[in-house]
């Protein structure tokens, strides 16, 4: 079993940016693919990005995509989120997860474990 743990939220100005990270303990980092969704008040949690087991490959939404940049680090057990040219609408909870399964998916229902979440919020 995997545990997550995010960090590195916190309240910025619009334009600027943030770095979440997400440490992991537990089974072996190495072998399973990683997301970050998000969840703003009254909305549903929506995907944001997700990298291979191995981060050759990437997915993003296409709200963040040319302004967030998801990476890991497998030797540190870790996945980040660089998120640039914030926005008001990006406001919201941003949860780390992994996914034990080989293809990597934006279905929010395929990820197994879920970290507690960290609050991003863009002043305007």
């Known amino acids: 079993q995997v545990q997550l743990v995010e960090s590195g939220g916190g309240l910025v100005q619009a334009g600027g940016s943030l770095r979440l990270s997400c440490a992991a303990a537990g089974r072996t980092f190495n072998t399973y693919t990683l997301g970050w969704f998000r969840q703003a008040p009254g909305k549903e949690r929506e995907f944001v990005a997700a990298i291979s087991w191995s981060g050759g490959s990437t997915y993003y939404a296409d709200s963040v995509k040319g302004r967030f940049t998801i990476s890991r680090d497998n030797a540190k057990k870790t996945v980040y989120l660089q998120m640039n040219s914030l926005k008001a609408e990006d406001t919201a909870v941003y949860y780390c997860?992994?996914?034990?399964?080989?293809?990597?998916?934006?279905?929010?229902?395929?990820?197994?474990?879920w970290g507690q979440g960290t609050q991003v919020t863009v002043s305007s």
């Open positions: 997860a992994a996914d034990y399964g080989t293809t990597v998916t934006t279905s929010r229902a395929r990820y197994d474990v």
